[in-house]
């Protein structure tokens, strides 16, 4: 019995703490982080975003970071300005989790993007993509709410965008840069409707920008140059991603937002903090990828599968003190001999990082580990597999709450013989509760003669007390796949159950602050998220409390109040957690209860009553 409940006992405590941790030590960090990016919001926009181009090719050695590029003219466009009513410092705030508003005035001479999924515009300043709202993504449930911007363009105060471009040896030979003027052969790009960028740089050749999108979220860049000159020229294709401000995270230490690829294979997360600290980080792959991630949005540079490239991760501040981010690829240098022409083919990805649309584009570009922008952590085996099942009940109930219910009863079917067996065990130790309790009152207070009587009898009673600490060791993996997969899926996001709960994946939004709603006032800001606890929390609660009162009690008084608070605590722990985690332990909870309750009846043991043969 004393081993059966030092096990449980450490199994509680290690869940304890780590969900402690996150509330206590790494929620005040957040805190003060996102505090320090307001402040910086409100400094000026004055030079606040400065471009830079990969400086070397492959094999070249790096100048400084904060050398100038080669571009002849690095000034910058006046910001945007932002919509009215909105603050100054909230015109723009892509990338992060919450976005103030999708609405700005975009300015300069533009061509306009539209997909079924997307709207927007690709500046001809550059040929940036750099203009990208998420039609089908609204900040919050209400669907009148502003749609997610992923990119916005240079100069505003939270620039995020995609450029392509080529890097010479030869520096007195005109390349189109960061802030060149492009001709467009078109005013509109969409799926079937490439748009076809030109420039010349009055020395011979000819470069060619044709910008390809399908229905969903990928573009396809493709670059050419035609030589016309008397000389072979030898050119590099990059592309880059760069990112202005250090963008608001969530801060759970179970998910990764930030700078990310897939070098030779092998997945690569960096923190936003790891690249201040390091600056600049290289890296040689033959194919992979690189971007940036946020908990549900992907803005990622996909080279030649085929061909070697060299990444880069990169940190500088700009001179209003704004962080910079910028992630690259550098190909291989392309000679182009007189009359001749070179070609780069690279692609952008910018949207949703839905995981069946991830995989597709796996298969169909031969993208190594490109669903691995989706943090599946660890327990990928079973956390991808997980988010599958769900996937599939959802198909077929049309409700993730469902489908969660649905998964629950089928992990209790597949282990049911060990569960069986454990719930069995405990009916077994119940059963034999009178005697233990007989020996208790016989040993008082000699603890190690109590022990070992005690699992004497339960070895001639064929009694194992491990075996009923299985259920709680087998919920343990499913728990926290469960717990990943509705923190990190987009698909679970906004998704809606029955009643008060309109996001599965947000915690339940009513409060015993306010009588759940009956009381005429919100909860107040100052108030704890684990103090406000909604109806699923406290159902979840009175759940355990009713489950742990069908197990046997622990012969040690503290043991047993210790238990009987367990309830308690997990009932403020949970309140702040995802509401469909909270409903799948409830549930969980009360399918668990059903059948233990069988099985006790079954072997004649009274749930909630003194087992027979008490004195």
């Not at 072979?232 to 592309?239: D, Q």
Request: glycine residues 8%; hydrophobic residues 40%; contains cysteine.
């Amino acid at each position: 019995m004393s081993n059966q409940k030092n096990l449980l006992l450490a199994i509680v405590a290690s869940v304890m703490i780590m969900v402690s941790f996150q509330y206590f030590w790494e929620r005040p960090k957040v805190e003060a982080e996102r505090a320090r990016q307001q402040e910086a919001a409100t400094t000026t926009a004055q030079d606040r975003d400065q471009p830079q181009a990969p400086r070397t090719a492959p094999g070249q050695t790096p100048a400084p970071a904060a050398q100038p590029q080669q571009q002849p003219d690095t000034r910058l466009p006046s910001p945007p300005r932002a919509t009215p009513g909105a603050p100054a410092s909230q015109a723009m705030a892509p990338g992060g989790p919450v976005r103030p508003s999708a609405r700005l005035v975009i300015q300069g001479l533009r061509v306009t993007l539209e997909t079924p999924l997307i709207t927007g515009s690709v500046s001809l300043k550059g040929g940036r993509i750099d203009d990208i709202i998420l039609k089908t993504y609204r900040q919050t449930t209400d669907p009148n709410s502003d749609p997610i911007r992923l990119l916005a363009p240079s100069g505003s105060a939270n620039a995020y965008y995609a450029a392509h471009g080529w890097i010479g040896g030869n520096k007195s030979v005109p390349l189109p840069g960061l802030d060149t003027l492009w001709k467009a052969s078109g005013r509109r790009l969409g799926p079937g409707a490439p748009l076809r960028l030109t420039w010349d740089n009055g020395q011979g050749l000819r470069f060619t920008r044709t910008i390809a999108v399908d229905e969903n979220y990928m573009f396809t860049v493709t670059q050419r140059v035609d030589n016309r000159g008397a000389k072979a020229v030898t050119l590099t294709p990059y592309g880059l991603i760069n990112r202005t401000g250090t963008p608001e995270t969530t801060g759970f230490y179970i998910l990764h937002e930030g700078p990310l690829g897939v070098f030779n294979e092998v997945l690569e997360e960096l923190d936003y903090s790891d690249l201040v600290d390091e600056g600049q980080i290289d890296k040689a792959s033959r194919g992979g990828w690189i971007g940036i991630t946020d908990k549900y949005w992907l803005a990622a540079l996909v080279p030649d599968q085929k061909a070697k490239m060299t990444a880069r991760f990169r940190h500088w501040t700009s001179k209003d003190k704004s962080d910079k981010y910028q992630v690259e690829f550098v190909g291989v240098p392309l000679t182009i001999a007189p009359g001749g022409n070179a070609t780069a083919k690279s692609h952008v990805f910018a949207g949703a990082k839905k995981l069946n649309l991830l995989n597709q584009y796996s298969e169909k570009l031969g993208i190594a580990l490109f669903d691995r922008a989706i943090d599946f952590g660890w327990l990928y085996f079973l956390t991808k597999p997980f988010f599958y099942v769900l996937d599939f009940f959802f198909k077929f109930l049309g409700n993730f709450g469902l489908a969660i219910l649905a998964v629950t009863v089928i992990v209790k079917i597949l282990f049911f013989p060990l569960a069986n067996k454990s719930y069995r065990s405990m009916s077994e130790m119940k059963k034999l509760q009178p005697k233990v309790m007989e020996m208790k009152e016989r040993f008082g207070d000699d603890k190690q003669k109590l022990s070992a009587e005690t699992m004497a009898l339960y070895k001639r009673e064929k009694v194992n007390p491990a075996a009923s600490c299985l259920p709680i060791i087998i919920q343990i993996p499913v728990f926290f796949a469960l717990y990943k997969v509705l923190f990190i899926s987009i698909e679970m996001r906004h998704a809606p159950f029955y009643g008060w709960i309109q996001d599965l994946s947000a915690r339940d939004p009513t409060s015993i602050i306010n009588l759940f709603g009956l009381l005429p006032f919100g909860v107040p800001a100052m108030i704890p998220d684990f103090i406000s606890i909604g109806i699923w929390p406290l159902i979840m609660g009175v759940s355990m409390f009713l489950q742990m009162k069908l197990n046997p009690a622990p012969p040690d008084p503290v043991q047993a109040k210790i238990f009987m608070l367990m309830p308690i605590f997990f009932t403020f722990i949970m309140a702040p957690f995802p509401a469909g985690l909270v409903i799948y332990w409830a549930w969980n909870n009360a399918l668990s209860m059903t059948q233990q309750y069988i099985i006790m009846k079954r072997m004649g043991v009274a749930p909630g009553q003194r087992a027979p043969g008490k004195t």
